[in-house]
């Protein structure tokens, strides 16, 4: 059974840092492309990052391009975000979930999904 | 890539043909995909290049069009369907979604 742990949110100061982390089980982690997908309470969902599984491939949106970074450890199934210099408008559910594959469009496709870790940034 | 998706909320009631429709800024093919998000829970992926049905996902969802313009389909509403449908284009980042659409019990 395919499953994905998030952990790490919590309450942060607007300036701080965070870094969440997203558990796997139940697949070979190292073939798939994963994501961080965030949604505010009660709002959409925004898109923040991807890791696909060659070097380099790494993309972000806007919005956290340059605070943000993601990685991850194959070896300890792992995903992670890395979230500096926060904001208040970064508070949201924070979901990583899986690319359908290792490459487009599959990579881009989400199948499966955490069930989130709160972020809330304020002072 | 905007995606504007209509209507933002419907009220339905069951055994109703349900329409919602996903307008791209520009053309993005067929890569686009719908997903159903019920309260509390997590988003679910019904289909993925625009038109195919994800794995498990009943028959009644369908989903068509390419380019700019793109429609989800129920065909004949059931109670598990109230939930807000999101959907999202892959064709280029940053990756984006649309604002949702909540179809809510007439």
């Known amino acids: 059974e395919v499953q994905l742990l998030e952990s790490g949110g919590g309450l942060v100061q607007p300036g701080g840092s965070l870094r969440l982390s997203c558990t796997i089980s139940g697949f070979t982690f190292s073939n798939y492309a994963m994501s961080w997908v965030r949604q505010t309470a009660g709002q959409g969902l925004e898109w923040v990052s991807l890791?696909?599984?060659?070097?380099?491939?790494?993309f972000y949106a806007d919005s956290v391009k340059g605070r943000f970074s993601i990685s991850r450890d194959n070896s300890k199934n792992t995903l992670y975000l890395q979230m500096d210099t926060l904001r208040a408008e970064d508070t949201a559910v924070y979901f990583c979930?899986?690319?359908?594959?290792?490459?487009?469009?599959?990579?881009?496709?989400?199948?499966?999904w955490g069930h989130g870790t709160l972020v809330t940034v304020s002072s | 890539i905007q995606l504007t998706q209509s209507p933002s909320s419907l009220s339905a009631s069951i055994g109703d043909r349900v329409t919602i429709t996903c307008r791209a800024s520009q053309g993005i093919s067929s890569s686009l995909v719908w997903y159903q998000q019920k309260p509390g829970k997590v988003p679910n992926l019904l289909i993925y290049a625009a038109s195919t049905l994800q794995s498990g996902v009943p028959s009644r969802f369908s989903g068509s069009g390419s380019g700019t313009d793109f429609t989800l389909t129920i065909s004949s509403l059931q109670p598990e369907d109230f939930a807000t449908y999101y959907c999202?284009?892959?064709?280029?980042?940053?990756?984006?979604f649309g604002g949702g659409t909540k179809v809510e019990l007439k």
């Open positions: 890791l696909g599984t060659g070097d380099g491939d790494t």
């Open positions: 979930a899986r690319g359908r594959g290792r490459y487009k469009p599959e990579s881009r496709t989400f199948d499966y």
């Open positions: 999202q284009q892959l064709n280029a980042f940053p990756l984006t």
